[in-house]
């Protein structure tokens, strides 16, 4: 079977720029060549969807207020139950409560932070998956700072970010520097997977082509469509959608149907209305999550993976 780098610069080679769905000749190379673990995931995707909408899981948020709301939605309109409050005098009671935990560093302060790790031991302790979104990490020295204090003080399920945001995480846990072209360049799988086993947790770089790894197996997800980028929070919503699927399957496939639910969200929202301008694409956006299900998944899922 060829390499997975192989795979990538076929499907880019006739993929175009931005954020945006590879041609149809570029579909055509993916499904041709992708193999039988890639056939194995979108179904595992399709049974976590069915499990989270029985189960209505309760997923509480430490997140961004710009995006606060939108991550609510999407919670609710995926399947579960969002919480979103960050009193630290209450967050660790809200957080065993739940059946996963999203820490989003947005709009960070210190008793924000402070709040992130009592809910983070908090789960910890009760076996309730963490869900890290370490916005703008390397950006500033405090919230550089504040990711890594988390990092190192919490067990992380799943860790969602750009190239950039995972690469200084990385740097700091691994003590290698990566170099100042991975922070700001696209994701590669190998670099993901490199990754992942410094951080010994499932590592989501999302972008242009979104990546997954956890150290044995690299997945890429080719959904999606410009139009995500002229909405604010897709990414804060992409790693509550993370979170809603870690509650009720393994970090690995929660992380791959969290980035196709936002990516197959993108392409059906265009198609149905949203090439109407921002507005109405952030509406369809929340009505393709609500009505995801077995045949988008299989329809529009486009994935290549690779076991290490």
Known sequence: MPSLRRLTAIAASVRPMGRGRPSKKAILKIHVMKGGLTMELIPAVAQALQELRRQRPLIHHITNFVTMTDCANATL?????????????????????????????????????????????????????????????????????????????????????????????????????????????????????SLARHLGTTVAITGAVDVIADGQRTAEVHNGCPMLTYVTGTGCMTTSLIASFAAVTDPFTAAAAGVLAMGIGGEVALERGGQAGPGTFHARLFDTFYALNDTLLQQYGKVLINRE
């Open 77 to 193: 309109a995926i399947g579960a139950s969002p919480t979103m409050t960050n009193a630290v005098e209450e967050v660790a009671e809200m957080a065993a409560a739940a059946k996963a935990l999203v820490l989003n560093l947005g709009t960070l302060q210190q008793w924000t932070l402070e709040a992130m790790v009592a809910a983070g031991r908090s789960a910890a302790a009760h076996g309730v998956p963490i869900v890290f979104d370490p916005v703008g990490a390397g950006g500033t020295t405090f919230r550089t700072q504040a990711a890594q204090r988390l990092l190192d003080e919490l067990p992380l399920a799943v860790i969602r970010g750009n190239a950039s945001e995972i690469t200084c995480l990385a740097a700091h846990k691994s003590g290698q520097d990566f170099g100042v072209d991975s922070r700001i360049g696209a994701a590669d799988p190998d670099l993901a997977a």
